[in-house]
């Protein structure tokens, strides 16, 4: 998750034009290869925030983040609350 292959790459190892892959993978998932990608790390991130094993800056770097507040950001976006006032209403 930290490093995924570009979608060039992708498309190159599965043989397949790259319009093609982007094309196809929006028709049967409903949504760009980044934006599945995203919604992926950030349900994975709510998972390890939910074990209580983690902290922010670990999570963070798990789901491939460079910085935490670039994570902390994303989160805040896709979930409507901070990592931290996740945690802290679990």
């Known amino acids: 998750m930290t490093e995924p292959p570009s979608l060039t790459e992708l498309a190159h190892q599965i043989n ?3 319009q093609h892959l982007k094309e196809g993978f929006k028709h ?3 949504e760009t290869v980044f934006a599945y ?3 992926y790390k950030m ?3 709510r998972k390890l925030l ?3 094993k983690y902290n922010i800056s670990e999570v ?3 789901v491939g ?3 935490p ?3 902390i950001a994303a989160f805040k976006k896709k979930f409507g609350a901070t990592p931290k006032r996740y945690m802290s209403s679990l």
Request: aromatic share 20%; hydrophobic share 35%.
């Open 65 to 67: 983040y460079s910085t």
């Open 37 to 39: 990608l995203l919604n």
């Open 50 to 52: 939910s074990t209580r």
């Open 60 to 62: 963070s770097f798990e």
């Open 28 to 30: 049967i998932y409903g």
């Open 69 to 71: 507040s670039h994570f």
């Open 16 to 18: 397949l034009p790259l």
């Open 43 to 45: 349900e994975y991130a």
